[in-house]
């Protein structure tokens, strides 16, 4: 079981929600939290959401059954679906456990959505969208190359040894990229789990946005919704935040 560290959870959220003009009163909002992990926000000393207005969905079974005995009137779900970095043993598209007819006002997923193919996380925040109310916000996180990028090259040559040489020239002009583990970097739509160049399990599995395409593919999905973005992520993340409100 991996119990995560202390973050400040409810301010990415909240600063998140101020950068979109939102003005979402979480002390009363539902909340979905994609890889809740055991329910790190309401233990955020800040926190305002409500036990029994915060659903988690996570793929760690032991921190979803520590977030079921720590807040019993929170709503804690096992998504068993496959990620090459976060859950290698899950299945390949297992659907999200939502409950059909039901809606959120903040449905939110910090840092794990930089380790989703764009075929995947595009399809998910497609589904999502059904589930918020009107003016309800997704906020997801991932790393834009260049905020990102240099960070990466220098902890992991420090700590894993020497990344691919042409990392950063042949990245230059992408729209999105992944580096898996040091060495292979892959530009398809999704990373395939089955045939010759398979990826299934990875220590490390990483996507990169170009700030501009991202929000560009956002709105376009989402043509009805207000996108945001933060040039910058907050000083304790390095990963930045993007935001889908429904406007109707």
Known sequence: MTIEAYIPKHSFVHTTLQTANSNIDLSTARVLELYGNAGTLLNDPENQVLEENYVVIDCDQEAIDQGKEDFPNADFRFWNRHNQMNHPGGVIDEPLPLVEGEKFDVIFAYMKTANVDPEILFADLNTLYDYLNPQGVIIFSVFVREVALNYFVVRRTHEYGMLDENLVESTEAS????????DDIRFEERVPTEGDNAVVEAT????????????????NLFPDATIGSRRLPPMW?????FTVQKNS
């Open 237 to 241: 993340s390095i990963q930045s935040p």
């Open 204 to 219: 490390h599995y990483t996507w990169f946005w170009n700030n501009e395409a991202l929000v560009q593919r956002l709105s």
């Open 175 to 182: 729209d999105v990229f992944c580096l898996v583990n040091n």
